[in-house]
């Protein structure tokens, strides 16, 4: 993610990262921060704020009914059926770079 955002920042240096952690994406907001400071010491990412936008997990179900999804294994509330498409809530992106 680092080597990612030094190829978008182009040697300028990044102010903010706004990244995208869906909430069925297994990442945690927390340690992910955490792994931000540790790993953008002596980059260009260095100092750089950390905005974490959660995406909350949404299925899909093949009567048709959208519902939200706690986990991958959450039924549908309309029909009761399982195997849900997961729609949203697994993103893992970096959304925005914010540079000098
Ligand atoms: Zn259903």
Request: proline share 5%; net charge negative; with cysteine.
């Amino acid at each position: 993610m680092v080597e990612l955002c030094e190829k978008y920042a182009d040697g300028r240096k990044i102010l903010s990262v706004t990244m995208e952690i869906g909430e069925l994406s297994g990442m945690i907001p927390d340690a992910v921060e955490f792994c931000f400071d540790a790993c953008t010491r002596d980059t260009l990412l260095e100092g750089a704020r950390l905005i974490i936008e959660r995406i909350p997990g949404q299925g899909r179900c093949v009567c048709g009914a959208e519902s939200p999804l706690n986990t991958f294994y959450d039924p549908c509330p309309a029909c009761g059926g399982f195997g849900l498409t997961v729609t949203a809530g697994e993103e893992l992106r970096v959304r925005e770079l914010e540079v000098e």
